[in-house]
């Protein structure tokens, strides 16, 4: 049940007066609430310095209220509204007006139909409705959430492609590093024994070089041979 606040002044010379008089309320269909029968019965309540705070039960949606201000006076006016469930005081003036034979609100009844499209799932609906503001666009949830499965199975699909490609070129890393490794240890090795050679050939240039003879009469070498004098040998004539 909601409390409802009512106000009503009337304008004067110089500004507004409180009203005096009195508030109808009539539900306008017969409805039931849980197991309550809720017949059509008016009743009225009276405002104080043009005020009233009234408790009324709530109307669902097969019902609304006629709230009829100072009935039986020039000033007469009825609206017809829905009481919402609520322990809150509700103004008056909040109230929405509604129509009572379709109880949609007023101010659709004037307006443009709605219009209602389908579309085959989230992504197709927000497409749509980028085009077409006005319309109200529904989609299958099951759909959608289907095309959200698919969607996350295709990223899965693509991440453990991915990390297999990874794992082949941290195997293909590793081996050039081995390779690599391999090349500068056998590069060291050649090195290694270029310089026992040369050490080994320098030892013998110079083992040459130390056991080169000589003769030691004339100064050359023995295997040169001793140049005769032309005129040795010869007598005196």
């Not at 009844?109 to 077409?132: E, K, V």
Request: net charge negative; hydrophobic share 35%.
């Amino acid at each position: 049940m909601a409390t409802i606040h009512i106000k009503l002044e009337h304008p004067t010379n110089g500004g507004t007066t409180p009203c005096n008089g009195t508030i109808r309320f009539t539900p306008i269909h017969r409805y039931n609430r849980g197991n309550t029968v809720i017949v059509p019965k008016p009743f009225e309540t009276n405002l104080t310095n043009g005020e009233a705070n009234v408790n009324v039960i709530e109307s669902d949606h097969t019902g609304c209220w006629a709230i009829t201000e100072l009935p039986g006076t020039p000033q007469e006016h009825t609206r017809y509204v829905q009481i919402p469930t609520t322990s809150e005081t509700l103004e008056y003036t909040d109230l929405i007006d509604v129509n009572p034979s379709t109880l949609l609100p007023a101010a659709l009844t004037a307006g443009p139909l709605l219009q209602i499209a389908l579309a085959a799932d989230a992504q197709a609906a927000l497409a749509y409705s980028r085009t077409h503001p006005e319309t109200l666009v529904l989609y299958s949830e099951e759909e959608s959430i289907n095309a959200m499965a698919a969607t996350v199975s295709e990223i899965a699909a693509v991440r453990t492609a991915a990390q297999t490609q990874a794992n082949h070129a941290t195997g293909a890393a590793r081996t050039a590093v081995d390779a690599a490794e391999a090349a500068t240890q056998n590069l060291q090795h050649i090195e290694d024994t270029a310089k026992q050679i040369g050490v080994m050939a320098g030892a013998i240039i110079d083992a040459a070089g130390n056991n080169g003879e000589t003769s030691p009469s004339t100064g050359q070498p023995q295997d040169a041979p001793v140049q005769e004098d032309p005129a040795a040998g010869k007598g005196e004539e």
